[in-house]
Nanobody
């Protein structure tokens, strides 16, 4: 099993920065991609960013490209999301997720991720 716990969310003014962390625990032999998703009130959960197990490949949603950076430290079993130049529209609950069933590459689809954290709130004020 895989347990994921996000941290680092909070309240920040527009233009500010936050770094989210996702600590993974549990035993697994899978080399799976991990991603960040977010969900604002009244909206569906949407893809933000994903990184492969090796960290060599990343993919971002157009809305965050150039502002957010995803990375992972496999030695620490930790996933990160560095968020810069935050905008009010970035306000959402941010979730980290693992796609343990993906054998190669990565996915941007919510349905392809089978383990999720509890989420951490990010609020960006105007």
């Amino acid at each position: 099993q895989v347990q994921l716990v996000e941290s680092g969310g909070g309240l920040v003014q527009a233009g500010g920065s936050l770094r989210l962390s996702c600590a993974a625990s549990g035993r697994t032999f899978s080399r799976y991609p991990m991603g960040w998703f977010r969900q604002a009130p009244g909206k569906e959960r949407e893809f933000v960013a994903v990184v492969t197990w090796s960290g060599g490949s990343t993919y971002y949603a157009d809305s965050v490209k150039g502002r957010f950076t995803i990375s992972r430290d496999n030695a620490k079993n930790t996933l990160y999301l560095q968020m810069n130049s935050l905008k009010p529209e970035d306000t959402a609950v941010y979730y980290c997720a693992a796609a343990t069933s993906i054998l190669s590459g990565y996915s941007t689809y919510v349905g392809e991720y089978d383990y999720w954290g509890q989420g951490t709130q990010v609020t960006v004020s105007s």
